[in-house]
């Protein structure tokens, strides 16, 4: 499938300067179970974008959007099928292995949704810190002392008392920020947290955050932040994308967007998402249906069955992003000159 | 490690354990316990019982307890050198096809599914025929060779679920090698399976060289249980009513073989808790006190001081506390809480669905007429669905997969008793139509319905009879937040027109103000605050509640920096003195918060509050100090943060 290339740039204020984006992608694209075979599903569909230096990134959609993957094939725990990575600049070859690939593991960590799932039980904590150190090589003399200067950074503290305990003594906050701490002990320089809070009571996940957001200021992170809540992801990023069905089909300032999505796709979630501060009047949406099978997508907007402003053209193939100003595009048609003109002053997607 | 002492804390792991360990004690120091040679011919054939000879003598005049002693010997060496090699095959053959996958594992899964077709016990057989006659060497081997295969399928299973957890995906993230990751992160956390496996191939072997040594395919010069039966069998020991030579090593093959299982169910049920059967007892039930019990008698569901627990080894969880809450009819009561703090303990206990060792301590729940906590059984089946009704979490996993849905839908008013087909087809549309799907999926699968649809399926169910109340305990949190948006206006829309009362259960309060005429906040199996949706949102009383408001970021206005809620909930096995809250309350009054029981007590028209703050026997000084303080705080926290103002 071949399609025009989303731009490639980060915030619009970012001056154009020598420091190349922590991370781009461009086309990325994983079909999974073909084994050989045609057919298969597109998880993720020609995605490009960019995180640069210190930035957090919000990634948006709902289950099967294909966030997740995306997260997954920066990871290398999964091989793209197509598409290019590039860390700092440097493409990261399809064909990963030895030094090229430890490089990967020491500048891309990972924070995952479930903190009861993504620490071994077996293992006491300070086993789980010691050992992205020792293999990337980065243990001095006493590992105990960066162990507990690691739980320290994270707000675990006193730091000794929690070195030796195992997973099923730390409640979820705590065990998330373990996890925290084993994607910082490297010191790298992106952060793939994938949906992070989710897994987490209400009552801790703004502390959750509010870590991330503080060791990022003090390291120069920069951050992908995967998430399904739309106002978590404005509390956290600085530009936020909005997935559907593996598509990208939103991208801009985090305030921008979901402010003022400019996607049918994000305006529906932006209504369904639960606001009491609205006043308590209950928002009707306007929405057909739910997400369809990725293996039976229409050729066109993945959005069009559902879309209550859908159009005949639509149909017609893949809309490429439009720039709808303050480094903000969505990949709506609505947003085309020449469909604007035609349906004269009345621009479909309501400012 | 809680693992070992929960193994030896069991009588079945005891008991096998023991004998295992007698029978080895008693192998090993064969001659102090026996003057005799099992080999030694010196005596005359088919001695009786005698203080000499305990067990009489052989048919070729061996001292039979003398072989009995001596033989275990080979039969747990068997046992155990064969468990070992079988369990040793499972692991790297399980462990292989997992971890390497792709052809490797089509390979070895082939190779295990041969073996497990193979029937076991004749390949034994054929096998054992070629090595005749060379010791135990041979047997040890065939046994071995032969006994992998189940013990490898079920760790290949075990192993292809662990590598796909996140924490051994944490691993490869962090840059571990194969090696590491099969021996570090997989293989520890097989541990127990290994060990059950161990014991399971253990019996096959004893098993199995009974069997060949009985039919004379072993080495039959060798003194093991297997032998000695081979030989009082071929030497009449019957006809000579010598029944104790057939006897005993048959009792110990059994016994072996009874605690090798016994070691292999408690291993089992260790590492899979979910087979464990609690063994607690349940406590009656403490009465109520008269006069209690009544609650408003206009309301539809009356919850009086009700305490249900979770009875442990330990002390009991006290998961629901003294709460008391009243159901309008008609009304939505939302149920507010995080993890842990009882909101769904409440709703099992409200519809008798609380299982040991889960109990209801006390207090009374009356739905209309009805006495839900002493209905009989009987009662109770007549009574839920038609008077009341339950949607949970992950209830779209209750319909049967290979039933359609119609029958499903069917099956409540069957149930109740309407039998007649065109009713019921009638019923089944008018629902569907209800929840908002069409009528055409009452012929189609659960499978071939998405997420949502199952949900709204179960919902239908669950109005099929035009019950009173219906409880949903987070009825669409596994949804996506447009189809949970598309459910909650169906239930809305759905309550208002049949006038049902429901109680909706959610950790996420946000959606709740927005659905709910009243919302109830539990904290620590405490109901801590009670007011209409609208007053909570906009005054609410507790701070619990409003600490939990401000935890949610908003989708509005500037970005400010905003802090959640330190600490985490007391445990619900300890005695809690005071409020549940103390340590995390930023308006928390020392002295009197963290010593006087706790009470509930007004704050407005229909808003109630279980905290100090609103008790009119505090002193109004210590109150306003317990906010100024709080205040301050607030305004350190509250900076206008640099990452918003970075961006506009």
């Given at each position: 499938m071949s399609q025009p290339t989303a731009p490639i740039s980060t915030n619009a204020s970012t001056p154009t300067n020598t420091?190349?984006?922590?991370?781009?992608?461009?086309?990325?694209?994983?079909?999974?179970g073909t084994r050989g075979k045609a057919g298969g599903v597109v998880a993720v569909n020609d995605v490009s974008f960019a995180i640069a230096r210190g930035e957090v990134l919000g990634l948006v959609g709902e289950s099967g959007s294909g966030k997740s993957t995306i997260a997954r094939l920066i990871a290398r725990l999964y091989t793209p099928t197509s598409g290019e990575i590039r860390l700092n600049g440097q493409p990261v070859p399809s064909r990963l292995?030895?030094?090229?690939?430890?490089?990967?593991?020491?500048?891309?960590?990972?924070?995952?949704?479930?903190?009861?799932?993504?620490?071994?039980?077996?293992?006491?904590?300070?086993?789980?810190l010691k050992r992205p150190l020792q293999i990337h090589g980065l243990a001095r003399g006493d590992t105990e002392e960066q162990v507990n200067s690691l739980l320290e950074r994270v707000g675990l503290s006193p730091a000794s008392t929690y070195a030796s305990k195992r997973p099923f003594e730390l409640s979820g906050g705590q065990r998330q920020r373990v996890g925290i701490a084993r994607a910082l002990a490297v010191r790298p320089e992106l952060i793939l947290a994938d949906e992070p809070t989710s897994a987490l009571d209400v009552s801790i996940r703004l502390d959750v955050m509010n870590l991330m957001l503080d060791l990022k200021d003090q390291e120069g992170l920069s951050m992908l932040f995967i998430t399904h809540d739309l106002a978590g992801a404005r509390y956290m990023s600085d530009r936020v994308a909005v997935l559907y069905a593996g598509t990208l089909v939103e991208i801009g300032p985090a305030v921008e967007v979901i402010d003022r999505p400019q996607h049918p796709y994000t305006q529906l979630l932006k209504s369904a998402a639960p606001k009491p501060d609205a006043g308590l009047v209950p928002e009707t949406i306007e929405a057909r249906g739910e997400v369809p099978d990725l293996k039976t997508l229409p050729p066109g907007c993945p959005f069009e069955p559902?879309?209550?402003?859908?159009?005949?053209?639509?149909?017609?193939?893949?809309?490429?992003?439009?720039?709808?100003g303050e480094?903000?595009?969505?990949?709506?048609?609505?947003?085309d000159p020449a469909v604007q003109a035609r349906r004269g002053q009345e621009v479909g997607v309501s400012r | 490690m809680s693992g070992l002492r929960q193994f030896f804390g069991q009588p079945r792991s005891l008991v096998g354990a023991g004998f295992l360990l007698i029978l080895l004690v008693a192998s090993l120091c064969a001659p102090l316990i026996t003057p005799y040679d099992p080999n030694s011919l010196e005596f005359g054939p088919f001695m009786p019982l005698s203080a000499q000879h305990w067990l009489g003598t052989t048919a070729l005049g061996q001292d039979i307890f003398a072989q009995f002693i001596y033989g275990a010997r080979l039969t747990l060496l068997v046992g155990a050198v064969a468990g070992l090699i079988a369990t040793l095959l499972s692991v790297t053959f399980g462990l292989a096809a997992a971890y390497l996958g792709g052809r490797v594992d089509e390979a070895i899964n082939t190779l295990i599914n041969v073996f497990l077709v193979l029937p076991g016990l004749p390949l034994v057989i054929v096998a054992s025929a070629f090595l005749r006659g060379g010791g135990v060497w041979p047997v040890i081997l065939v046994i071995s060779f032969t006994g992998w295969a189940f013990g490898a399928r079920v760790l290949r299973a075990q192993a292809l679920a662990l590598r796909e957890r996140d924490f051994v995906q944490a691993a490869v993230v962090a840059g571990e090698g194969p090696g590491r990751i099969i021996f570090r992160e997989m293989l520890p956390n097989m541990a127990g399976l290994i060990a059950a496996n161990f014991f399971g191939a253990a019996l096959y072997a004893v098993l199995s060289e009974a069997a060949l040594s009985f039919i004379g395919v072993g080495d039959v010069s060798l003194v093991t249980w297997g032998t000695m039966l081979y030989w009082a069998q071929a030497k009449g020991a019957l006809l000579q009513g010598a029944w104790w030579w057939v006897a005993l090593p048959g009792l110990g093959i059994a016994l072996l073989g009874t605690s090798f299982a016994l070691l292999n169910f408690a291993i089992d049920e260790i590492s899979n808790p979910k087979l464990g059967r609690s063994n607690v007892k349940l406590p009656a039930r403490k009465k109520p006190a008269p006069g209690a019990g009544v609650g408003n008698p206009d309301a539809l569901l009356s919850i009086r001081d009700l305490n249900v627990g979770y009875l442990t080894p330990g002390p009991t969880v006290r998961a629901v506390r003294d709460v008391s809450l009243d159901v309008q009819p008609g009304e939505l009561l939302g149920l507010a809480g995080e993890s842990g703090c009882g909101k769904s303990t409440l709703a099992f206990a409200v519809t008798r669905l609380l299982d040991p060792p889960g109990a209801v301590l006390g207090g009374s729940v009356r739905l209309a007429e009805h006495d839900l906590l002493n209905?009989?059984?009987?009662?109770?089946?007549?009574?839920?669905?038609?008077?009341?009704?339950?949607?949970?979490?992950?209830?779209?996993?209750?319909?049967?997969?290979?039933l359609k849905i119609r029958e499903q839908v069917y099956d409540a008013m069957q149930a109740h008793g309407v039998t007649d087909k065109q009713k019921l087809d009638a019923r089944a549309r008018e629902l569907f139509d209800l929840v908002g799907i069409q009528a055409s999926y009452l012929d189609a699968y659960p499978h071939q319905l998405s997420g949502g649809m199952k949900q709204r399926v179960v919902i239908a169910i669950a109005l099929a009879l035009e019950p009173k109340l219906i409880v949903m305990d987070e009825p669409t949190t596994a949804l996506d937040v447009v189809v949970q948006r598309q459910i909650l206006q169906e239930i809305n829309d759905v309550r208002r027109r049949l006038g049902i009362s429901i109680i909706f259960i959610t950790h996420d309060l946000s959606l709740l103000v927005e659905m709910s005429d009243r919302v109830a906040i539990m904290y620590a199996g405490e109901v801590v605050e009670l007011a209409p949706a609208h007053q909570l949102y906009a005054h609410p009383a507790h701070p619990y509640t409003q600490q939990l408001m401000n935890s949610f970021p908003p989708m509005t206005g500037p970005r400010t920096r905003r802090s959640g809620i330190p600490g985490k909930p007391p445990s619900l096995s300890a005695e809690i003195v005071g409020c549940p809250f103390f340590e995390r309350c930023n308006k928390r009054m020392p002295g009197v918060c963290d010593v006087k029981p706790l009470q509930t007590f007004p704050v407005a028209e229909e808003q109630t509050a279980a905290c100090f703050l609103y008790d009119p026997t505090v002193s109004p000084a210590l109150k306003e100090n317990a906010i100024r303080d709080s205040q301050h705080v607030q305004m350190e926290v509250s900076r206008e943060s640099a990452h918003s103002a970075n961006l506009n």
């Open positions: 420091i190349p984006n922590t991370l781009e992608i461009v086309n990325l694209r994983k079909v999974f292995g030895g030094r090229a690939l430890r490089h990967l593991r020491k500048n891309v960590q990972m924070i995952f949704q479930d903190p009861y799932a993504s620490l071994n039980p077996v293992h006491p904590v300070s086993y789980t559902r879309c209550p402003h859908a159009l005949p053209e639509c149909k017609a193939g893949l809309p490429r992003m439009y720039d709808v480094g903000h595009t969505a990949r709506c048609i609505l947003h | 209905l009989s059984p009987e009662e109770l089946r007549r009574v839920r669905w038609k008077e009341f009704s339950m949607v949970f979490q992950a209830s779209m996993n209750v319909l049967n997969p290979v």
